[in-house]
Protein backbone atom coordinates (compact mmCIF):
# COMPACT_ATOMS: atom_id res chain seq x y z
CA UNK A 1 0.00 0.00 0.00
CA UNK A 2 1.53 3.11 -0.89
CA UNK A 3 1.46 6.62 1.74
CA UNK A 4 -1.37 8.90 1.16
CA UNK A 5 -0.67 12.37 -1.22
CA UNK A 6 -0.48 15.59 0.52
CA UNK A 7 -3.81 16.44 -1.88
CA UNK A 8 -5.59 13.63 0.44
CA UNK A 9 -4.01 14.52 3.70
CA UNK A 10 -4.98 18.48 2.93
CA UNK A 11 -8.66 18.65 5.00
CA UNK A 12 -6.80 16.77 7.80
CA UNK A 13 -4.06 19.43 7.42
CA UNK A 14 -7.00 22.50 7.68
CA UNK A 15 -8.68 20.57 10.61
CA UNK A 16 -5.53 19.92 12.87
CA UNK A 17 -4.99 23.96 11.75
CA UNK A 18 -8.11 24.95 12.93
CA UNK A 19 -8.49 22.70 16.21
CA UNK A 20 -5.15 24.18 16.97
CA UNK A 21 -6.67 28.00 16.37
CA UNK A 22 -9.75 26.63 18.47
CA UNK A 23 -7.48 25.90 21.00
CA UNK A 24 -5.99 28.97 21.26
CA UNK A 25 -2.29 27.18 21.07
CA UNK A 26 -1.88 29.16 17.25
CA UNK A 27 -2.96 32.56 17.52
CA UNK A 28 -1.61 34.39 14.30
CA UNK A 29 -2.59 33.99 11.02
CA UNK A 30 0.98 32.95 9.68
CA UNK A 31 1.65 30.13 12.24
CA UNK A 32 -2.01 28.86 11.18
CA UNK A 33 -0.89 29.02 7.36
CA UNK A 34 2.09 26.60 8.27
CA UNK A 35 0.07 24.14 10.05
CA UNK A 36 -2.60 23.87 7.21
CA UNK A 37 0.38 23.84 4.67
CA UNK A 38 2.90 20.98 6.53
CA UNK A 39 1.89 17.44 5.83
CA UNK A 40 2.84 16.20 9.44
CA UNK A 41 2.25 12.48 7.99
CA UNK A 42 4.82 13.31 5.33
CA UNK A 43 7.09 13.54 8.50
CA UNK A 44 5.86 11.13 10.57
CA UNK A 45 4.90 8.40 7.72
CA UNK A 46 5.29 5.87 11.17
CA UNK A 47 4.86 5.93 14.53
CA UNK A 48 4.55 4.00 18.19
CA UNK A 49 0.81 3.55 19.99
CA UNK A 50 1.65 2.50 24.00
CA UNK A 51 -0.71 -0.09 24.56
CA UNK A 52 -0.94 -2.85 26.92
CA UNK A 53 -0.59 -6.53 25.77
CA UNK A 54 -2.89 -9.86 26.75
CA UNK A 55 -0.34 -10.63 28.84
CA UNK A 56 -0.29 -7.24 30.79
CA UNK A 57 3.25 -6.23 29.34
CA UNK A 58 3.05 -2.34 28.11
CA UNK A 59 4.61 -2.52 24.62
CA UNK A 60 4.93 0.56 21.65
CA UNK A 61 3.08 -0.96 18.43
CA UNK A 62 3.85 0.19 15.40
CA UNK A 63 1.53 1.89 13.47
CA UNK A 64 1.61 3.33 9.89
CA UNK A 65 -0.05 6.18 7.73
CA UNK A 66 -1.90 4.47 5.21
CA UNK A 67 -5.77 4.42 5.35
CA UNK A 68 -7.93 7.22 6.24
CA UNK A 69 -8.42 6.69 10.02
CA UNK A 70 -4.48 6.05 9.77
CA UNK A 71 -4.72 9.88 8.49
CA UNK A 72 -6.98 11.12 11.35
CA UNK A 73 -4.88 9.83 13.98
CA UNK A 74 -1.59 11.47 12.46
CA UNK A 75 -3.37 14.76 12.31
CA UNK A 76 -4.45 14.33 16.18
CA UNK A 77 -3.12 17.04 18.80
CA UNK A 78 -0.77 13.77 19.79
CA UNK A 79 2.45 13.22 20.63
CA UNK A 80 3.33 10.49 18.40
CA UNK A 81 6.74 8.47 19.41
CA UNK A 82 8.76 7.69 16.38
CA UNK A 83 12.25 6.08 17.58
CA UNK A 84 12.94 3.75 20.73
CA UNK A 85 16.52 3.65 22.38
CA UNK A 86 17.90 0.59 20.57
CA UNK A 87 19.95 -0.28 23.72
CA UNK A 88 16.65 -0.54 25.79
CA UNK A 89 13.77 -1.94 22.94
CA UNK A 90 13.16 -5.23 22.69
CA UNK A 91 10.99 -7.04 19.88
CA UNK A 92 7.24 -8.37 21.62
CA UNK A 93 5.90 -9.27 17.93
CA UNK A 94 5.81 -8.46 14.54
CA UNK A 95 4.41 -4.84 15.38
CA UNK A 96 5.38 -4.09 19.11
CA UNK A 97 8.46 -3.29 21.11
CA UNK A 98 9.06 -2.32 24.65
CA UNK A 99 12.33 0.52 25.11
CA UNK A 100 12.28 4.35 26.47
CA UNK A 101 11.57 6.60 23.38
CA UNK A 102 14.40 9.07 22.11
CA UNK A 103 12.33 10.87 19.10
CA UNK A 104 8.62 12.13 18.40
CA UNK A 105 6.95 14.52 17.00
CA UNK A 106 6.29 16.63 19.78
CA UNK A 107 2.38 17.31 20.70
CA UNK A 108 0.88 19.95 17.71
CA UNK A 109 -0.67 22.35 20.39
CA UNK A 110 2.40 22.30 22.63
CA UNK A 111 4.58 23.40 19.64
CA UNK A 112 2.27 25.72 18.46
CA UNK A 113 1.92 27.68 21.47
CA UNK A 114 5.86 27.62 21.71
CA UNK A 115 6.23 28.87 18.19
CA UNK A 116 3.82 31.54 18.69
CA UNK A 117 5.88 32.44 22.07
CA UNK A 118 8.89 32.48 20.20
CA UNK A 119 7.52 35.85 18.38
CA UNK A 120 9.53 35.39 15.17
CA UNK A 121 9.96 38.33 12.44
CA UNK A 122 10.23 38.06 9.13
CA UNK A 123 14.17 38.07 8.41
CA UNK A 124 15.13 36.43 11.70
CA UNK A 125 17.36 33.48 12.21
CA UNK A 126 16.23 30.33 14.32
CA UNK A 127 18.43 27.28 15.41
CA UNK A 128 16.34 24.61 16.53
CA UNK A 129 17.42 22.09 18.75
CA UNK A 130 16.25 18.70 18.13
CA UNK A 131 15.58 18.14 14.62
CA UNK A 132 13.24 14.33 14.80
CA UNK A 133 11.17 13.85 12.17
CA UNK A 134 11.96 17.51 11.00
CA UNK A 135 8.21 18.66 11.29
CA UNK A 136 9.22 21.06 13.10
CA UNK A 137 11.97 22.54 11.06
CA UNK A 138 9.56 22.39 8.30
CA UNK A 139 6.52 24.64 9.88
CA UNK A 140 9.77 27.16 11.09
CA UNK A 141 10.72 26.65 7.46
CA UNK A 142 7.18 27.65 5.88
CA UNK A 143 6.96 30.81 8.11
CA UNK A 144 10.56 32.13 7.80
CA UNK A 145 11.64 30.82 4.45
CA UNK A 146 14.47 27.75 4.99
CA UNK A 147 17.63 29.65 4.46
CA UNK A 148 16.97 31.35 7.96
CA UNK A 149 16.24 28.05 9.31
CA UNK A 150 19.12 25.59 11.24
CA UNK A 151 18.54 22.40 13.03
CA UNK A 152 20.45 20.04 15.34
CA UNK A 153 20.43 16.61 16.78
CA UNK A 154 22.49 14.35 18.24
CA UNK A 155 20.83 11.34 15.78
CA UNK A 156 22.87 11.09 12.63
CA UNK A 157 19.90 8.48 11.57
CA UNK A 158 16.92 11.18 12.23
CA UNK A 159 18.82 13.69 10.23
CA UNK A 160 19.59 12.02 7.37
CA UNK A 161 15.44 10.80 7.54
CA UNK A 162 14.32 14.63 8.59
CA UNK A 163 16.41 15.54 5.56
CA UNK A 164 15.14 13.74 2.84
CA UNK A 165 11.52 14.19 4.18
CA UNK A 166 12.11 18.10 3.98
CA UNK A 167 13.27 18.07 0.66
CA UNK A 168 10.22 16.16 -0.05
CA UNK A 169 8.21 18.82 1.82
CA UNK A 170 9.96 21.41 -0.64
CA UNK A 171 12.73 22.53 2.29
CA UNK A 172 16.34 22.57 2.64
CA UNK A 173 16.75 24.14 5.94
CA UNK A 174 20.64 23.65 7.68
CA UNK A 175 20.68 20.70 9.04
CA UNK A 176 23.53 19.30 11.18
CA UNK A 177 24.26 16.33 13.21
CA UNK A 178 26.04 16.69 16.25
CA UNK A 179 25.11 17.60 20.72
CA UNK A 180 22.93 20.54 20.54
CA UNK A 181 24.24 21.57 24.20
CA UNK A 182 27.24 22.94 21.76
CA UNK A 183 25.04 25.07 19.26
CA UNK A 184 25.29 24.54 16.10
CA UNK A 185 28.00 24.05 13.75
CA UNK A 186 27.40 27.38 11.54
CA UNK A 187 29.57 30.58 12.48
CA UNK A 188 26.53 32.14 13.04
CA UNK A 189 24.43 33.95 16.02
CA UNK A 190 20.66 33.28 16.10
CA UNK A 191 17.54 35.91 16.56
CA UNK A 192 15.63 32.74 18.38
CA UNK A 193 16.46 29.71 19.75
CA UNK A 194 14.18 26.74 20.58
CA UNK A 195 14.75 23.57 21.83
CA UNK A 196 12.47 20.45 21.88
CA UNK A 197 14.42 18.79 24.21
CA UNK A 198 15.15 19.19 28.19
CA UNK A 199 18.68 20.81 29.18
CA UNK A 200 19.67 20.72 32.74
CA UNK A 201 20.55 24.79 32.19
CA UNK A 202 21.13 26.96 29.49
CA UNK A 203 24.21 25.91 27.78
CA UNK A 204 27.46 28.41 27.54
CA UNK A 205 27.30 27.79 23.61
CA UNK A 206 24.01 29.20 22.99
CA UNK A 207 24.77 32.08 24.67
CA UNK A 208 27.67 32.15 22.26
CA UNK A 209 25.66 31.62 19.00
CA UNK A 210 23.20 34.68 20.61
CA UNK A 211 23.53 38.40 20.84
CA UNK A 212 21.45 40.97 22.78
CA UNK A 213 17.99 40.47 21.92
CA UNK A 214 18.20 37.02 21.13
CA UNK A 215 15.35 34.66 22.82
CA UNK A 216 15.65 31.14 24.11
CA UNK A 217 12.72 28.98 24.35
CA UNK A 218 13.60 25.43 26.21
CA UNK A 219 12.55 22.99 29.18
CA UNK A 220 14.83 23.39 31.90
CA UNK A 221 14.80 19.90 33.92
CA UNK A 222 15.45 20.76 37.30
CA UNK A 223 15.40 17.39 38.63
CA UNK A 224 11.99 16.83 40.95
CA UNK A 225 10.17 18.87 38.13
CA UNK A 226 11.28 21.35 35.22
CA UNK A 227 9.48 23.93 33.11
CA UNK A 228 9.54 25.77 29.88
CA UNK A 229 11.31 29.35 30.10
CA UNK A 230 11.64 32.29 27.77
CA UNK A 231 14.60 33.99 28.11
CA UNK A 232 15.77 37.10 26.66
CA UNK A 233 19.83 37.80 26.43
CA UNK A 234 20.64 41.24 27.34
CA UNK A 235 23.76 43.26 26.36
CA UNK A 236 25.71 41.74 29.02
CA UNK A 237 25.60 38.08 28.42
CA UNK A 238 22.84 37.70 31.08
CA UNK A 239 19.20 35.46 29.78
CA UNK A 240 16.65 36.89 31.73
CA UNK A 241 12.79 35.64 31.57
CA UNK A 242 10.07 33.54 33.38
CA UNK A 243 8.51 30.05 33.02
CA UNK A 244 5.85 29.99 30.48
CA UNK A 245 2.10 29.40 31.34
CA UNK A 246 2.50 25.91 29.57
CA UNK A 247 3.45 22.93 31.27
CA UNK A 248 4.40 20.96 28.36
CA UNK A 249 7.98 19.10 28.97
CA UNK A 250 10.11 17.22 26.75
CA UNK A 251 12.68 14.07 26.67
CA UNK A 252 16.11 14.97 28.16
CA UNK A 253 18.87 15.63 25.78
CA UNK A 254 21.32 13.28 25.68
CA UNK A 255 24.98 13.48 24.56
CA UNK A 256 25.27 9.51 23.22
CA UNK A 257 22.91 9.65 19.73
CA UNK A 258 22.72 5.86 20.48
CA UNK A 259 20.13 6.43 23.29
CA UNK A 260 20.30 7.37 27.28
CA UNK A 261 23.43 6.08 29.64
CA UNK A 262 21.34 3.65 32.36
CA UNK A 263 20.50 5.09 35.35
CA UNK A 264 23.11 5.26 38.42
CA UNK A 265 22.14 3.01 41.05
CA UNK A 266 22.28 4.60 44.74
CA UNK A 267 22.23 2.14 47.55
CA UNK A 268 19.22 3.59 50.10
CA UNK A 269 19.58 4.62 53.30
CA UNK A 270 17.49 1.85 55.82
CA UNK A 271 14.16 3.08 56.81
CA UNK A 272 14.02 5.68 59.23
CA UNK A 273 10.20 5.50 60.80
CA UNK A 274 6.87 6.71 59.20
CA UNK A 275 5.49 9.21 60.73
CA UNK A 276 2.27 11.88 60.14
CA UNK A 277 2.74 15.11 57.47
CA UNK A 278 1.30 17.65 55.98
CA UNK A 279 1.33 17.17 52.10
CA UNK A 280 0.06 14.06 50.64
CA UNK A 281 1.24 12.11 47.00
CA UNK A 282 -2.19 13.55 45.95
CA UNK A 283 -0.66 17.40 46.44
CA UNK A 284 2.11 16.80 44.83
CA UNK A 285 1.03 14.98 41.79
CA UNK A 286 -2.14 17.17 41.35
CA UNK A 287 -0.08 20.84 41.60
CA UNK A 288 2.55 21.26 38.91
CA UNK A 289 3.72 24.69 39.96
CA UNK A 290 4.20 23.03 43.57
CA UNK A 291 7.04 20.30 42.43
CA UNK A 292 8.40 23.27 40.54
CA UNK A 293 8.62 25.20 43.43
CA UNK A 294 10.44 22.39 45.21
CA UNK A 295 12.90 21.34 42.47
CA UNK A 296 13.91 24.76 43.26
CA UNK A 297 13.71 23.62 46.80
CA UNK A 298 16.17 20.55 46.28
CA UNK A 299 18.08 21.23 43.38
CA UNK A 300 19.76 17.41 42.22
CA UNK A 301 16.51 15.40 44.11
CA UNK A 302 14.12 13.31 42.03
CA UNK A 303 10.59 12.51 42.20
CA UNK A 304 9.86 8.61 40.89
CA UNK A 305 6.75 6.15 41.22
CA UNK A 306 7.88 3.24 43.59
CA UNK A 307 5.98 0.05 44.13
CA UNK A 308 6.58 -2.03 47.21
CA UNK A 309 6.56 -6.07 47.88
CA UNK A 310 2.41 -5.26 48.44
CA UNK A 311 1.93 -3.51 45.36
CA UNK A 312 1.29 -0.15 46.86
CA UNK A 313 2.31 2.58 44.90
CA UNK A 314 3.80 6.03 46.25
CA UNK A 315 5.41 8.90 45.00
CA UNK A 316 9.51 8.61 46.33
CA UNK A 317 11.37 11.58 46.51
CA UNK A 318 15.04 10.41 46.61
CA UNK A 319 18.77 12.40 46.01
CA UNK A 320 22.29 10.63 45.40
CA UNK A 321 23.20 10.75 49.28
CA UNK A 322 20.70 7.96 49.19
CA UNK A 323 17.80 9.43 51.21
CA UNK A 324 14.76 8.70 50.41
CA UNK A 325 10.85 9.95 51.88
CA UNK A 326 7.88 8.22 50.29
CA UNK A 327 4.39 9.05 50.42
CA UNK A 328 1.43 6.57 49.85
CA UNK A 329 -0.49 7.25 46.62
CA UNK A 330 -3.82 5.21 47.82
CA UNK A 331 -3.80 6.12 51.38
CA UNK A 332 -6.83 5.54 53.86
CA UNK A 333 -7.10 7.70 57.11
CA UNK A 334 -3.86 10.71 57.76
CA UNK A 335 -1.31 11.34 55.44
CA UNK A 336 1.39 9.81 56.17
CA UNK A 337 5.04 9.77 54.69
CA UNK A 338 7.96 6.63 55.36
CA UNK A 339 11.95 7.97 54.86
CA UNK A 340 15.30 6.94 55.49
CA UNK A 341 18.49 8.94 55.29
CA UNK A 342 18.27 12.58 55.85
CA UNK A 343 14.87 13.26 57.70
CA UNK A 344 15.14 17.12 56.68
CA UNK A 345 14.56 15.95 52.99
CA UNK A 346 10.56 15.99 53.62
CA UNK A 347 10.84 18.68 55.86
CA UNK A 348 11.62 20.82 52.84
CA UNK A 349 8.71 19.56 51.33
CA UNK A 350 6.72 20.84 54.24
CA UNK A 351 7.93 23.98 54.31
CA UNK A 352 7.84 24.57 50.25
CA UNK A 353 4.12 23.72 51.04
CA UNK A 354 3.46 26.06 53.39
CA UNK A 355 5.66 28.78 51.42
CA UNK A 356 3.27 28.03 48.38
CA UNK A 357 0.14 27.95 50.23
CA UNK A 358 1.06 30.94 52.28
CA UNK A 359 2.06 32.78 49.13
CA UNK A 360 -1.32 32.08 47.20
CA UNK A 361 -0.73 29.06 45.06
CA UNK A 362 1.42 31.09 42.55
CA UNK A 363 1.41 29.35 38.62
CA UNK A 364 4.97 28.72 37.38
CA UNK A 365 4.47 31.87 35.22
CA UNK A 366 4.97 33.75 38.45
CA UNK A 367 8.56 32.70 38.75
CA UNK A 368 11.48 34.60 36.82
CA UNK A 369 14.50 32.38 35.74
CA UNK A 370 18.24 34.33 35.29
CA UNK A 371 21.52 32.89 33.90
CA UNK A 372 24.07 35.43 34.94
CA UNK A 373 27.10 35.58 32.31
CA UNK A 374 29.33 33.63 35.02
CA UNK A 375 26.90 30.67 34.75
CA UNK A 376 25.01 31.41 37.93
CA UNK A 377 21.59 30.43 37.81
CA UNK A 378 18.44 31.89 40.44
CA UNK A 379 14.95 31.95 40.24
CA UNK A 380 12.99 34.51 41.91
CA UNK A 381 9.09 34.79 43.04
CA UNK A 382 8.40 37.81 40.88
CA UNK A 383 5.55 39.36 43.26
CA UNK A 384 7.82 39.51 46.64
CA UNK A 385 11.23 38.85 45.03
CA UNK A 386 12.30 35.31 47.08
CA UNK A 387 14.84 34.27 45.65
CA UNK A 388 16.75 30.36 45.21
CA UNK A 389 20.10 29.74 43.76
CA UNK A 390 20.24 26.73 41.57
CA UNK A 391 23.58 25.41 40.93
CA UNK A 392 25.43 27.10 38.84
CA UNK A 393 25.95 26.39 34.81
CA UNK A 394 28.78 23.62 34.64
C1 LIG B 1 10.75 15.65 20.95
S1 LIG B 1 11.96 15.18 19.81
C2 LIG B 1 12.03 16.54 18.70
C3 LIG B 1 10.84 16.76 17.84
C4 LIG B 1 11.14 17.55 16.59
N1 LIG B 1 11.35 18.95 16.85
C5 LIG B 1 10.07 17.32 15.55
O1 LIG B 1 9.47 18.27 15.07
O2 LIG B 1 9.87 16.15 15.20
C6 LIG B 1 13.47 15.45 20.69
C7 LIG B 1 14.68 15.28 19.83
O3 LIG B 1 15.80 15.77 20.53
C8 LIG B 1 16.91 15.02 20.08
N2 LIG B 1 18.01 15.19 21.01
C9 LIG B 1 18.23 14.55 22.18
N3 LIG B 1 19.38 14.98 22.71
C10 LIG B 1 19.88 15.91 21.87
C11 LIG B 1 21.06 16.71 21.88
N4 LIG B 1 21.94 16.65 22.86
N5 LIG B 1 21.26 17.55 20.83
C12 LIG B 1 20.38 17.62 19.80
N6 LIG B 1 19.27 16.88 19.74
C13 LIG B 1 19.02 16.04 20.77
C14 LIG B 1 16.36 13.61 20.00
O4 LIG B 1 17.17 12.78 19.18
C15 LIG B 1 14.96 13.85 19.46
O5 LIG B 1 14.94 13.70 18.06
Known amino acids: MTAPTIDRARPYMAALADQLTAAGATRSRRWDDAFSSVPRHLFVPRWYEQETTERGIAV ?28 TAEQVDD ?27 DGMRVLEIGTGTGYNAAL ?36 AVGDGSHGHPAECTFDRIIATCSVPALPAAWLG ?21 RLTVDNQGRALGRFTGTS ?19 ERAPAVETRRTTVTAADLRA ?15 QLVYHVDDAGTMALQLQRADGSWARAP ?48 VHVRHIPDGARWDLPARA
Request: charged share 20%; with cysteine; net charge negative.
Open 287 to 301: NYPFRLLLAFHLPGA
Open 248 to 266: GRFMAARTDAAGYAPPQRT
Open 60 to 87: WRERQAITDADLTAVYRDQTLVTALDPA
Open 329 to 376: LTADGPATVTYGGDPGLWREVEAAWRWWTHAGRPAQDQFAYVLEADGR
Open 140 to 175: LSCRLGEHLVYSVDVDPALVETARQRLAEAGHVPQL
Open 209 to 229: QSGPGTVVLTDVDLGVEGGLV
Open 95 to 121: TAWTGIPTSSSTLPSLMAGMLEDLAVE
